[in-house]
């Protein structure tokens, strides 16, 4: 299947630049439970679930989203600017995924609310771009890094909003270099004995672990 992710669908705005990072999950997890906080309309969801179609493995992608007005920041602006609500956010999103809507299953609630769907240890990749506070984003890594099983990654967007997400980061994985091997602007942590290290090319990416 062809990518579609760079189409006006999506609109003007485009804030997904991590493709390698999630191919090279694809390739690493090839019947893998992968999570997305924060999918907006769909763009790199639409990029991750056309990976999974294409590599024909049996990947499940869940798009965990508000899809609501209640939110704040960048992602408020925009929506302001566009004349969106949350209903017609969700709308745009369904849209957008159609094409791909075979392996994504979404799920309209919070970050904390689609958790509790999952048990520890059941997710082979989690990527967080929800909430980019720092109370937001510590709050998702907390409570999504026990569904990580060992082997699996969390990773995330905006690595380099030190006073936030950055801060989120080092305390709750510790003090490391998380920052991702593509040089995409993400954190990543590959869970090894129930701890979080640092994703390395070479060690840690595909063949699955």
Known sequence: M?????TKRFGRENWFGWEPLYADMVQ????????ELGSWKGR??????VEAINAG?????????????DISGGAKKT?????LDGHALYTRFMENVAPVASV???????????????ADGAVDFVFVDADHSYEGCRTDIETWLP????GGVIAGHDFGWAGTVQRAVFDTLGDADWRDPWGTGCFCAVIRNGQPQPYT???????SV
């Open 79 to 83: 929506m302001v600017e566009q004349g």
């Open 44 to 49: 790199s969801t639409a990029f991750l679930a």
């Open 2 to 6: 062809k990518h579609y992710h760079l």
């Open 201 to 207: 090319l070479g060690v840690d990416t595909a063949p």
């Open 57 to 69: 493995t049996g990947i499940r992608i869940y798009a965990v989203d508000v899809w609501s007005d």
């Open 147 to 150: 569904k990580v099983r060992d």
């Open 28 to 35: 690493r997890y090839p019947a893998g439970i992968f999570v």
């Open 104 to 118: 994504i299953t979404p799920m309209r609630m919070t970050t904390t609310q689609a958790a509790v769907h999952f």
